[in-house]
């Protein structure tokens, strides 16, 4: 019984981004179970370092931190890259020298105006509270907790260590490392830009095969790996570099909108219904299941909606979307939209 409590306190501190990263590698490893019944002890031990790593979420928190004797800060965007870097990290055997400071939020959607202030982080955290499902049981507390953490991080970074602040073509990572650079920007640091993605597409390119990273989290430990040995080939930032991404940010954050895009390498703002006839089309090329009288699970349209998007907005924003189609009267429900796997729906 204790240790069924430890897990399912271990289990309600993760946010979501960093559950679905975890249960990525989970169902990762028991694949490679099924697939080699004869010599199962490489996945089965994988498994452990799994369990052993989620339930020590604290002290591995702590573990990340700056400190006086670090030559290296590794600052990414989102908990699904947080997680393969790590590992990557940890197979290096460089951990203690290189550590990590990890901005989750997804910055594709949702308002950006003030977010140096409590009104302004408040106004953010309410707006997804009322659209996002998943984001119903976060309070404002833990938001300005977490906000807090980060600001002590960036203290803790000692004036020798080289920042390197990761970025791909991933809107959310674009416009989370200009709020990164906003948040470096008077710390004396040398800050170099990295590019995981470009890094080991680089790499792999080959005329027969070619394959393009949506966002840095769909890269693996072990390719991640490759792209951490080159850091020195990052763009190391001027201060008129750093000036120009700060100012950016700012600009960013002060046009109010709700979702945006990469587009023709910038961040673009677009319609917060940008996607909704994406989300009518693909729906309409679904094929239901026998016996439901034409109804979808929404789970199913929403993860059909992200696999062929090309941009990295989150599942969470798809299914916003979705509810606000049912709201408008173009989708008929059938179940109550307290999540994804509650409620299916069909076109009215």
């Known amino acids: 019984m204790k240790e069924i409590l430890e897990i ?59 400190t006086p004797g670090c030559t290296h800060v590794h600052v990414v965007i989102g908990e699904s890259f947080a997680g393969s870097m790590k590992h990557a990290l940890q197979e290096l ?45 976060v309070s404002y507390e833990d938001v300005e907790e977490d906000y807090t953490h980060t600001l002590n991080r960036l203290k803790q970074i ?6 390197i602040v990761w970025t791909s073509r991933s809107v959310r990572e674009q416009t989370g490392m200009r709020h990164a650079i906003h948040l470096l920007r008077h710390m004396p640091n040398p800050i170099r830009l990295c590019d995981a993605c470009a890094a080991i597409e680089e790499l792999s390119d080959r005329p027969d095969v070619q394959f393009e990273y949506r966002h840095s989290g769909e890269i693996t430990p072990g390719k991640l790996q490759h792209a951490l040995m080159r850091i020195n080939t990052g763009r190391l ?21 709700e979702l945006r895009i990469w587009q023709n390498a910038a961040i673009v703002e677009v319609p917060v219904d940008y996607y909704d006839a994406y989300l009518l089309d693909m ?66």
């Not at 559950?19 to 490679?32: K, P, T, V």
């Not at 909606?305 to 990295?312: I, K, M, P, S, V």
Request: with cysteine; charged share 30%.
């Open 8 to 66: 399912k306190q271990a289990v309600d501190r993760l946010d979501n981004e960093t559950a679905r990263s975890y249960l990525r590698y989970a169902l990762l490893h028991i694949q490679r179970l099924k697939e080699q019944p004869a010599s199962p002890h490489d996945p089965i031990g994988q498994l452990f370092e799994l369990y052993d790593d989620l339930t020590s979420q604290l002290d591995k928190r702590s573990f990340w931190d700056p």
């Open 93 to 137: 055997g460089i951990a203690d020298t290189h550590k990590l400071i990890v901005l989750g939020d997804n910055y594709a959607v949702g308002p950006l105006a003030r977010l140096d202030s409590p009104e302004g982080r408040k106004a953010r955290w309410e707006w997804f509270r009322l659209r996002f499902t998943d984001c119903v049981e």
């Open 237 to 257: 930032l001027s201060a008129q570099d750093i000036a120009q991404l700060a100012e950016e940010w700012q600009s960013l954050s002060e046009q109010g909108g």
């Open 158 to 163: 000692p004036e020798h260590a080289e920042v």
């Open 283 to 348: 729906l309409d090329e679904l094929d239901p299941p026998t016996g439901t009288n034409d109804f979808i699970k929404s789970a199913r349209l929403v993860g059909q909606a992200l696999g062929y998007c090309e941009q990295d907005i989150g599942d969470g924003y798809f299914e916003y979307r979705v509810r606000e189609l049912i709201y408008q009267g173009k989708l008929e429900i059938s179940g109550v939209p307290s999540g994804m796997r509650y409620y299916s729906i069909r076109r009215r």
